[in-house]
């Protein structure tokens, strides 16, 4: 179990190097209560979205996102996604989360702010919904 928090730790930790918005996220993720956030670009109208998690256990997810700007313009748009999610307790909990949210990226200054939901659908040990998930985040854009 440590040698899985280690690998996905390190996994995670390489790909923040290279992310384009690298912030926090505020909430309940996984039934943690912070998250550290980050965002990768792979395409005009899509994105990965990860979060590492801490609070009462330790999680991991990674989102595909898809990027819809309603009003053309790169300043405020709204995103829907879905991804694996892995939260490391007593047991390894695996599910799929999905994710709906609002974003907004101020002009001239390299600071984007959102809001999102994120429901999960845990796979194993049993399964379960949890229809929380509501969360509000910060990050620098690079």
């Known amino acids: 179990m440590k040698k899985l928090l280690i690998l996905s730790s390190f996994i995670f930790c390489s790909y923040i190097g290279s992310s384009q918005e690298l912030g926090v996220r505020f909430g309940d993720v996984l039934g943690n209560n912070i998250a550290l956030d980050a965002m990768f670009g792979s395409g005009e109208f899509h994105r990965l979205h990860a979060d590492l998690s801490f609070g009462n256990d330790f999680g991991l997810e990674l989102l595909w996102d ?24 007593n047991d390894l909990l695996f599910g799929i989360s999905g994710e709906l949210g609002v974003e907004y990226h101020f002009n001239g200054v390299p600071i984007a702010v959102g809001a999102d939901w994120r429901p999960t659908f845990f796979l194993t040990p049993d399964s379960n919904f949890e229809a929380g998930g509501f969360g509000f985040n910060a990050r620098f854009v690079f």
């Open 66 to 89: 898809f990027v819809y700007r309603p009003f053309g313009g790169e300043a405020f748009y709204y995103y829907i996604g879905v991804g694996p999610s892995f939260l490391f307790s």
